[in-house]
């Protein structure tokens, strides 16, 4: 609008002023100034347009930098770490391999999900052992009922890919959040698969009653389309789908 304001003041006035003082059928300059005129707006909305897009990206990153920063900063990682640790050894001296192989897998979920939270890509077969050992975890605490079932399926190509961190966690989380009961009918299923740097990720799962306590706030869900939508920009994929008894997601991504 500056841009504008100059123009105006320095070449059109005096055009404009000149042009409305002519007496009639006199010829009239040419429309250079007008198109000069039209070109200044153009580019000062389209200027301001792209100032603001920039703006809101940083303001998001910064948002996301600091909810992170301010989640790792609630535990003490290495403490964390050394009790787990213990917690392991203690577990093979007593002789009890299930409780060891599940301490080890929590340290590498919490030890992933602090040092991944560093960088805004990792390697993408980091990324496929989190979403294993979490997965491991979950089934470690879920009692094998006939009520229950939980199927799940892991490819990679093993060609080298990058992914940002944690993108696929909170899909997961929710289906087995959401997703399991002791007592009721219910299923889960989660699908990966990674090839030729294209990533396919669907996750499905019964939804079963929940008190009004146990209730999510999906700002997790939220979350993740805004990083996605920041992260790869029309290089991903969503739909989400909901009915009475099933919640189902679909995601593709582009690595490459």
Known sequence: MIVCLIIYT???????VKEVSKPPGENHDSIWPYFYWAISIMFSIVYDFRENEKNKQTLERERTTAEIQALKAQINPHFLF???NNLYGTALIENSPKTADGIQQLARIMRHAVESSKNDRIEIDREISFL???IEIQQLRIPKRDNIRINTSI???ENPAQIAPLILMTFAENAF???ISIARECFLEINLKVEKQQLTFICRNSIVPRTSLEQGTGTGVETTLKRLKLLYPKRHTISINQTDAVYEVFLTINLS
């Open 10 to 16: 320095n070449i059109l006035n005096d055009f404009f």
């Open 82 to 84: 050394n009790t787990l």
């Open 132 to 134: 294993h050992d979490y």
């Open 155 to 157: 490819f990679w190509d």
């Open 177 to 179: 959040k959401f997703g």
